[in-house]
């Protein structure tokens, strides 16, 4: 099946700095990718559509300015949680997929805000 | 809009024995139904998927689902459970109407199989 990579797979970062999370499709190329928060013990809620060439779509209540997603190629979206803060602490996933198949899915980015 | 829901947050078997996994949806037009495990701190892996066609689908691990129409189901088998099945997993679906994979998940159910 399709390969979607997702990088990094941990991170750590002080409350106030900014951190960058990547989403490449390695085998096909994604005009859609989507940003997907889990928090623990409950299921995925989609953040945002990632559209290529374009403004991203966010769900409501997702703060745009909080969650920079920006996806500037077929094969990369990235996601930047900005001035990071401890209830940003979360799992992150992203999926993407060829039109009319299964979506395919980052390994995940578990976020530590200190 | 549409909504998945898994009635079960837990459902614990033996080894050997068969697993369920239930899921009903609501859409408006024509779903296009799937299922995905998660095991601890990873991404979701693809099991399964109706899109037409039979209603029996089946897909990998020898997971298998049965799409009911009348009852709005798409309920998770496999016919002996392994340790090794043990995680969280998910069923979704996407409204045929929708653009791209853009998914509705269910809340998730964690299956516990026994040795």
């Known amino acids: 099946g399709a390969v979607v990579s997702q990088h990094p797979s941990r991170v750590i970062c002080k409350s106030g700095t900014s951190v960058k999370i990547e989403c490449r499709s390695l085998d096909f190329q994604a005009t859609t990718m989507f940003w997907y928060r889990q928090f623990p013990k409950q299921s995925l809620m989609l953040m945002a559509t990632?559209?290529?060439?374009?403004?991203?779509?966010?769900e409501q209540g997702v703060e745009k300015d909080k969650f920079l997603i920006n996806h500037a190629s077929l094969t990369l979206s990235t996601l930047t949680v900005t001035s990071a803060h401890p209830e940003d602490s979360s799992f992150y996933i992203c999926?993407?997929?060829?039109?009319?198949?299964?979506?395919?899915f980052g390994q995940g980015t578990r976020l530590t805000v200190v | 809009a549409q909504s998945v829901a898994q009635p079960e947050d837990q459902v614990n078997v033996a080894e050997g024995n068969p697993l369920t996994v239930k899921c009903t949806y609501s859409v408006s037009g024509n779903p296009y139904l799937f299922w995905y495990v998660q095991y601890p701190n990873r991404g979701l892996q693809f099991l399964l998927k109706?899109?037409?066609?039979?209603?029996l689908v089946k897909g990998s691990y020898g997971f298998e689902a049965e799409f009911n129409k009348s009852q709005t189901s798409f309920h998770l088998k496999k016919p002996s459970a392994l340790v090794s099945d043990s995680a969280l997993y998910f069923c979704?679906?996407?409204?045929?109407?929708?653009?791209?994979?853009?998914?509705?998940f269910g809340g998730g159910t964690r299956v516990l199989v026994k040795p």
């Open positions: 990632s559209n290529e060439g374009s403004k991203a779509t966010y």
């Open positions: 979704a679906v996407r409204d045929s109407g929708a653009a791209g994979n853009k998914l509705t």
């Open positions: 109706y899109i037409t066609g039979d209603n």
């Open positions: 999926s993407a997929g060829q039109p009319n198949t299964e979506a395919f």
